[in-house]
């Protein structure tokens, strides 16, 4: 049996900005006292966000028109198939997971020309494409008000990640995902459990939705062994967010993209994943104040666009860089 982990929860719509961004350090911030008490203490990255101003309405017709997605036909899907990232992804193509991916961005921008997204068609679904756009405007709107807070909790000026060319409003990604639910015969603990292995998430910072169907778990700490997994139940109307690794370099490991995977519970789930990711020609390298002699800089720079093309190419079977 696996205990719940307890997230702190941060409400997006109280108008002090600077209380909400200590709280939002003092839930992220990473600490690890070897003195006076030899105990550890792990922060995890993860926290639910509430109040976020995403419409209650909105999140019940995305999850309505991803099930509409993903109940087409077979022959209808492939024919969206991902080449790169954007697009279908059928089950079992992401580390041979039993789930379905629909992944699309921004239209518009270079990004939108490169990356072009597949839509179904509107004869089949005449609601879906702008009802997606509608979600991924909103929620990088939310991204956009929560990295401000979370660049004055480094001590940065609200807007520094848009001065660093860092944040992009066309460069987030979205994530529709259906487990089947399906439990495998695999001899496997780990492949038998799992609807998603475990992984960390890539960008700066992901915003969670999902259906309710619990599966959502947590490893704080990938150095022990075994490894303990904890659960993280949704909240009704909440994101679920979470640190991603990108973010985890730039702040030397102070806050941590911590490693999550989803159990198969045997029952059909629904998510929707939000990942705000840096501009791809940004350079990722660690911030002069989490810094110092004493504690050097842990991950050499690197440009968000090679990051991600080699996790990619290790996360998915035929990954070809293109969309
Ligand atoms: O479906 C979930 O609850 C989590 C999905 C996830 O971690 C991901 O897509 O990166
Ligand atoms: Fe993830």
Redesign the pocket.
């Known amino acids: 049996m696996s205990t719940v982990l307890q997230l702190s929860i941060i409400d997006l719509s109280l108008p002090e900005k600077l209380s909400t961004s200590r709280l939002i350090r003092r839930v992220l911030f990473f600490f690890f006292f070897l003195y006076p008490t030899q105990t550890a203490y792990l922060n995890h990255g993860f926290f639910y966000l509430t109040n976020h101003g995403v419409p209650e309405e909105l999140m019940k017709r995305v999850f309505e028109e991803s099930k509409n997605l993903f109940s087409l036909p077979l022959d209808e899907k492939i024919v969206m198939v991902r080449r790169g990232f954007r697009g279908y992804s059928p089950l079992y193509d992401e580390k041979g997971d039993p ?1 379905e ?1 629909f992944t699309f961005g921004s239209s518009e921008g270079v990004l939108g020309q490169h990356y072009p997204n597949k839509w179904p068609s509107e004869d089949l679904l005449p609601l879906w494409r702008p009802t997606m756009e509608r979600y991924y405007k909103s929620v990088v709107d939310v991204g956009k008000k929560l990295l401000g807070l979370v660049a004055l909790a480094l001590d940065l000026e609200e807007n520094f990640f848009e001065r660093l060319g860092a944040f992009n409003d066309q460069a987030a990604v979205v ?1 529709l ?1 259906r ?1 089947s639910g399906e439990l495998s015969s695999s001899e496997d603990e780990e492949e038998k459990t799992c ?2 292995s475990a ?1 960390s ?1 890539f960008g700066i910072l ?1 915003l ?1 939705a ?1 259906d309710g169907v619990p ?2 778990q947590v490893c704080r700490d990938k150095d022990k062994e075994p490894n303990v997994w904890e659960d993280v139940p949704g909240i009704k109307g909440a994101f ?1 967010v ?1 640190i991603g690794d990108l973010m985890e370099r730039w702040t030397n490991g102070l806050f941590r993209s911590t490693m ?3 159990l198969s519970v045997g029952k059909e ?1 629904y ?1 929707v ?1 939000v ?1 705000l990711d840096p501009d791809p020609n940004c350079v990722v390298e660690c911030l002069e104040s989490c810094c110092s002699e004493t504690s050097p800089p842990r991950f050499p720079p690197v440009r968000t666009s090679d990051y991600f093309h080699e996790r990619f190419s290790q996360s998915l079977i035929s990954y070809s860089g293109s969309a």
Do not use: E, Q
């Open positions: 789930k991916l994530r995902l487990y609807g998603a992984h998430d992901t969670l999902t599966g959502l679920v979470n999550h995977r989803v789930r998510s994943a990942f």
